[in-house]
């Protein structure tokens, strides 16, 4: 059983940057898992944001995220990051860090995975 912490949200103006990091600890490696950002607005449904494929080291984004963020994975340290630059208003949502099964398909949809950090709350203000 993995258990996810994420850090580094915070409050910060349109076009600054951020770093969120989710560490994994539970004995099986991070890279044993299909590892994703998702986030959160109120009232909103949790969306996809950027998943990090272990073995190619090869992301795909969120068309909103695209070209700003970058997803990234440190196998020594059992870690996930998400640097987001330009942030923009829009970014301001609750982020989780979450972890499933290798073989998922559908890796944008929050229902196939099954461990979940506590969330790291991102303000962007205008």
């Known amino acids: 059983q993995v258990q996810l912490v994420e850090s580094g949200g915070g409050l910060e103006q349109a076009g600054g940057s951020l770093r969120l990091s989710c560490v994994a600890s539970?004995?099986?490696?991070?890279?044993?898992?299909?590892t994703s950002w998702f986030r959160q607005a109120p009232g909103k449904e949790r969306e996809f944001v950027a998943i990090?494929?272990?073995?190619?080291?090869?992301?795909f984004y969120a068309n909103s995220v695209k070209g700003r963020f970058t997803i990234a994975g440190d196998n020594a340290k059992n870690t996930l990051y998400l640097q987001m630059n330009s942030l923009k208003a829009e970014d301001t949502a609750v982020y989780y860090c979450?972890?499933?099964?290798?073989?998922?398909?559908?890796?944008?949809?929050?229902?196939?995975?099954?461990?979940w950090g506590q969330g790291t709350q991102v303000t962007v203000s205008s």
């Open positions: 979450a972890a499933g099964p290798r073989t998922i398909r559908e890796f944008t949809d929050a229902r196939e995975y099954n461990h």
């Open positions: 539970g004995g099986t490696p991070f890279s044993n898992y299909a």
């Open positions: 990090f494929r272990w073995r190619s080291g090869v992301p």
